[in-house]
């Protein structure tokens, strides 16, 4: 009877070996467009193989370029995957994740060292403390959601890297709190300044002059107020971006934004970017009622590719960790939380989608086929005037045979016709022979 287990990974063959895993089981769902694989057993083999639920669902996810859904009694994956592919990138996962790179065993559960640079695992076998693949994509979902352990998986009187990150992010919060709600309420005279510079800038602002020009003039005009950072964001959200996203003036006015998020870039480009999503939000769930709420996820997506969004920074938004690293007193949890459910069609395509290099490698591969397509023409071309060539050659050899073989008939002709003659005087010569004798 075959056996409901497989070996971790499935490609050891030993049949003695201890470290097993349920094989995986499936169902399919749904039918056209809305097809999903079900993995039906995802809490089983992640207990086996001691990572998170979520970590071999995210993996296989990212490596079939499929967005993944997380529910009660459901792991699903958008499109039909067979149990076949999905075992070989099971085996992959384990092979980066969950193997000790010295001895090849499944041994560095509860002891995975997480920090913002790289991911270290010490097996409980060899001992060895090594590096696990910080290049892969999916290193960075482990750096954002690190394995949160039981008590049984901690080394005695030693706190886990995530126990400890949190009592950081305890003690910043204490910090802060201990600055008082002043600094959180905003009174009626900076009110009036803000208000006073949000109206003030737009008419600043001239999309005929280049952008070095708006720059400084922005920058004299807001030097003015001495705003602290969130503030000076929010204005510049305000006066800067118009209303109707993706017109000429907005094009032209999105780089301003950049330049004064990269002018932070020594001290704080995080908290600067927060703060001009911070306006954003404000900006449309508030001043234009939604109304452009549809284009988040396009203007993120235009963000991103301008290199002003990263990947790392929305995570970290959409996590709280920003929010809880620069507290600002302009930011509304009811905009915020209107703001990421527009932005899910973005969120989705960070969180599922190809792989750093792997859009620049298909671009690569587009630009080649032009140029494979010219040589394939250009061969073809030679290929045929080749065959032209041998097919001219082919007719004169066949010309030359002809003409040759017409002088060889006419000189057997010629031979025959000789031979006749010489044959009519012998002929001629023995009757005169005999007439001669018989005279």
Avoid at 121 to 149: E, M, V, W
Avoid at 282 to 311: A, H, M, P, T, V
């Amino acid at each position: 009877m075959e056996s409901n287990e497989l070996n971790i990974p499935s490609t050891v063959k030993d049949p003695h070996y201890r470290y097993k895993m349920p094989k995986i089981q499936t169902a399919i769902q749904g039918s056209g467009n809305g097809i999903k694989t079900n993995w039906t057993n995802l809490p089983d083999v992640s207990n086996a193989l001691k990572v998170p639920v979520e970590y071999p669902l995210k993996f296989i996810g990212r490596e079939l370029g499929s967005n993944t859904e997380l529910k009660t009694n459901s792991y699903l994956i958008n499109g039909s995957h067979s149990v076949e592919k999905m075992q070989e990138l099971l085996d992959k996962f384990i092979k980066k994740y969950v193997l000790c790179p010295k001895c090849h065993l499944p041994e560095i559960h509860g002891k995975i060292k997480v920090t913002k640079k790289e991911i270290k695992s010490t097996c409980r076998s060899c001992g060895a403390t090594c590096k696990l693949d910080n290049a892969h994509d999916f290193a960075t979902y482990i750096r954002r959601n690190p394995p949160q352990y039981e008590e049984e998986d901690k080394v005695a009187g030693e706190k886990t890297s995530n126990e400890k990150e949190k009592e950081k992010e305890k003690e910043k919060k204490v910090e802060k709190e201990k600055k008082g709600k002043k600094d959180k309420k905003i009174d009626k005279e900076l009110k009036k300044k803000i208000k006073e510079c949000c109206i003030q800038l737009p008419k600043i602002l001239n999309d005929e002059e280049s952008l070095e020009k708006n720059i400084e003039e922005i920058n004299k005009f807001i030097g003015k107020y001495e705003f602290s950072l969130d503030v000076k964001f929010y204005c510049l959200t305000f006066g800067v971006i118009p209303n109707e996203i993706y017109t000429k003036a907005f094009t032209h006015r999105l780089p301003i934004i950049k330049h004064f998020i990269q002018k932070e870039s020594d001290n704080n480009p995080d908290e600067a970017l927060f703060n001009f999503i911070i306006g954003l939000q404000d900006n449309i769930f508030s001043k234009q009622k939604g109304e452009n709420k549809k284009y988040i996820s396009s203007l993120l997506y235009y963000l991103y590719d301008r290199d002003i969004l990263s990947e790392e920074f929305w995570l970290d938004y959409l996590g709280g960790k920003i929010q809880e690293k620069y507290q600002s007193m302009l930011n509304s949890p009811e905009a915020e939380k209107k703001f990421k459910e527009a932005a899910n069609e973005f969120s989705n395509w960070i969180e599922n989608g190809p792989y750093e290099g792997e859009e620049e490698e298909k671009k690569e591969s587009e630009n080649k086929e032009p140029e494979k397509k010219e040589k394939e023409e250009k061969e073809d071309e030679e290929d045929k005037k080749e065959k032209k060539k041998d097919k001219k050659k082919k007719g004169k050899k066949k010309k030359d045979k002809k003409k040759d073989e017409e002088k060889e008939e006419k000189k057997d002709e010629k031979k025959e016709e000789k031979e006749e003659e010489k044959g009519e005087k012998k002929e001629e010569k023995k009757e005169d022979d005999i007439d001669i004798d018989a005279i």
